[in-house]
């Protein structure tokens, strides 16, 4: 999938990845983490791939972390940030 492509390149990139989604608690990643810890351990960057019930992206963008959004979930709340990227 989609999701494993890319987390692969940023591997070959030399990029720790990981996820927090709790809808899939592990998969080839690992275990899924808890997004506030994530946030608060000072992650680079959040890239959403899924806008889906459950996921707390309002968290993400009361963040200061760079947010790389495939799926248009934050547009609205976020365009014209200099921090937000729509992909």
Do not use: F, K, N, W
């Not at 275990?31 to 993400?60: F, H, I, N, Y």
Request: charged share 30%; proline share 3%.
């Amino acid at each position: 999938c989609s999701s494993d492509l890319l987390a692969a390149r940023l591997r070959e990139g030399g990029a720790e990845v990981s996820y927090c989604d709790p809808l899939v608690p592990l998969c080839e990643l690992g275990e899924s983490r808890d997004l506030d810890a994530a946030l608060e351990d000072g992650v680079d960057v959040c890239v959403v791939l899924v806008d889906q019930d459950g996921v707390e992206l309002e968290t993400v963008a009361a963040s200061d972390v760079l947010v790389v959004d495939t799926r248009a979930a934050l547009r609205d709340r976020l365009l014209g940030d200099p921090r937000y990227v729509s992909a």
